[in-house]
Structures are given as structure tokens and as C-alpha cells.
């Protein structure tokens, strides 16, 4: 990049995290000199959020940017301000699940705002904060679907990690908005897993994240509810209560009936209500804000982003499935 510009540049801050649950074509870097964010690696082909974000600015959380862009013969850069921070380096669990919040609300705005879009990346590398008021950010619009434009069907792509469980298959059904709240709950879980100080052994650490590789899995973690957390030996309480709330409630999308149930109307009316409210923020916003409102727990020294070793299980079972076949 040319310092001639932006002067004197960190290392990128875009990292490979294990599993490979990196974002696509994404370079970022702290310009220290001008005090911002540069970003100069786009997808190829797709406009760039500068392009898109006119109307994205009107959201509460999502990304502020300069629109100036300083177009050289390539690649393109745009700057970004301020200074934004990978989720990843949470300084607290009641921060990490503040910036979620955050972000879920930014969707939200976004959806009721761009003909109810879609964003096909919700993962790791687009949400990050800012030591602003405005804390967690919800960025990486470039791929955003509108259900009203029926000619980028060709662009979907998402983070595997975190694409909801009902997509992941060869003819997955309409990507509906539920399916976005999905990945914003995944992506929670996964967080906490990974860099939540936790006392799991490293192949406890990676069968857990193992659960989030395909679609099955995926469905058997949520179905599973509390003890899917639990078995996260978590240190904080506080994140623990959060997860075990928004994963007892999710479990309704993917929820089997006893073949009894099927015939009593008033249970069929119950997992259909449920499965109503679960298509949309409302439910998990309320859930996140509640606990963002803890002072003891926003007070407290709970711990950081932990790096933690991480050991790749050979086989992981389910429904007498081996994962890694």
C-alpha cells in the first residue's frame, strides 16, 4: 500500500482464525498516522460498501465511512473512522455480547430499511467495535440481498460456521431473515467457545467447534438447548445464563414433535407461534439488551478474548454420522 497517502501502516488485522471462518476477501489495517482504518482488498466484481452505503448510514451501528475514496489504478481503498476492532478481541464477555447486540440491532434497521435485505455475511470478520458510544458495528454490506432485486442470486455466499443449519444443503429453502438471527446466534456461541476463558480440555475446545462445520450438527447443538453451554465449562456465570436463554428459545425453529403431539392442536399452535417469533430480532434483541444491562457483570473482571488451544477432533459423531467423512 502506498504510505505516500495513508503514512505509516500496522500489520493487517484480517486474520485466518481456526476452522476457517475468515471472511472473504478482506484486507484491513490501523493507518497509525492518520489515525483510521484503511481497507484495500475488495471481492472482485461486487460494488464496495462506499458505493452501497449511503442508505446503510442511516442504521444505528453500521459502518461510518468517508466517502471520499482515494481511487488508485488498483486496487481501490476506503477509509474507514474510526478505528475498528475485530470482535474477536472482546475486552470483556458483557462487551462481547453488548457488540453483538449491537450489530443484531443494525440488522434490524437495515431490514426494515433496504426491502427487508438479507446479509449473507454475518461472521467473524463483520462485526467489530469501536471505542466510541457506538460500540459494535455491523459491516460487510457489499453482499447484501434485497428480497425486491431478483438478479443477485448468483452473489450468495456465507461463512460456513455460521450459516443457519436449514441452508446448509444441496437445495437449502429461501433464505429468510430468521435465517440471519440464526447466524448472529451461532456466531455468539462460536465466540464464546473459542475465546471465553473456559476450562475445556483442547479436544473438549475443538469437538465443540466442530458442531458448527455442517449443517447437522448444527441442528443437533441447537435441538440439544442447555446442555450444549454447559458442556462449554464456561468461567463466567453471567455469559453462561445469556447463551442457555437464547439457545432454550431457538431450539423452537428446529424442534420434533412427538408423533402424539402432532395430533394435539394446541401444541402444534404452541411450536408454530414460537417458530413465528424466532423469523424475527425482536426476541434475541430483548434477551442481549436485558443482560447488557447487568452492572455487576458490565462492573466485573470476567476475563477477555483468551487464546486457547484449540485440538481438531478426528471423528465427530452424529445420528451415526461421522462429521469429518
Not at 459494535?136 to 434485497?146: A, H, I, N, S, T
Not at 425482536?282 to 484449540?310: C, P, Y
Amino acid at each position: 500500500m502506498d504510505s505516500e497517502h495513508f503514512g505509516r501502516l500496522e500489520e493487517p488485522w484480517s486474520k485466518i482464525e481456526p476452522f476457517h471462518t475468515q471472511t472473504r476477501g478482506t484486507r484491513c489495517f490501523v493507518a497509525v498516522d492518520e489515525i483510521s482504518s484503511i481497507r484495500d482488498t475488495w471481492r472482485a466484481v461486487y460494488l464496495s460498501e462506499s458505493e452501497d452505503s449511503a442508505a446503510l448510514d442511516e442504521c444505528k451501528g453500521l459502518a461510518s465511512v468517508d466517502h471520499s475514496i482515494l481511487f488508485m489504478p488498483h486496487p481501490r481503498y476506503i477509509i474507514l473512522d474510526p478505528i475498528r476492532t475485530p470482535l474477536a478481541n472482546f475486552h470483556s464477555t458483557h462487551a462481547l455480547v453488548s457488540y453483538v447486540l449491537h450489530a443484531v440491532l443494525a440488522h434490524r434497521t437495515a431490514y426494515g430499511l433496504l426491502s427487508e435485505a438479507n446479509h449473507p455475511q454475518i461472521s467473524l470478520g463483520n462485526i467489530v467495535f469501536t471505542q466510541g458510544p457506538e460500540g459494535g458495528r455491523l459491516v460487510g454490506w457489499d453482499f447484501v440481498q434485497c428480497h425486491d432485486d431478483q438478479t443477485i442470486a448468483y452473489k450468495r455466499t456465507s461463512t460456513r460456521h455460521f450459516t443457519a443449519a436449514r441452508l446448509c444443503s444441496a437445495t437449502p429453502p429461501t433464505h429468510t431473515v430468521g435465517d440471519d438471527v440464526e447466524s448472529f446466534v451461532l456466531l455468539l456461541l462460536w465466540m464464546a467457545a473459542r475465546f471465553a476463558p473456559n476450562n475445556m480440555t483442547p479436544i473438549e475446545r475443538g469437538s465443540a467447534l466442530a458442531m458448527f462445520e455442517v449443517g447437522l450438527s448444527k441442528t443437533a447443538m441447537i435441538r440439544g438447548g442447555t446442555s450444549g453451554v454447559v458442556d462449554m465449562k464456561l468461567l463466567s456465570s453471567d455469559l453462561t445464563y445469556v447463551l442457555i436463554d437464547v439457545i432454550n428459545k431457538f431450539s423452537w425453529r428446529y424442534k420434533l414433535l412427538d408423533p402424539r403431539d402432532e395430533k394435539n392442536a394446541k401444541v402444534v399452535e404452541e411450536l408454530t407461534r414460537q417458530q413465528a417469533l424466532l423469523e424475527g430480532h425482536d426476541w434475541f434483541i430483548d434477551i442481549l439488551d436485558d443482560a447488557s444491562q447487568n452492572e455487576a457483570w458490565a462492573n466485573g473482571t470476567d476475563g477477555s478474548r483468551k487464546e486457547q488451544i484449540v485440538e481438531r477432533p478426528s471423528r465427530v459423531w452424529i445420528s451415526g454420522v461421522d462429521l469429518f467423512q
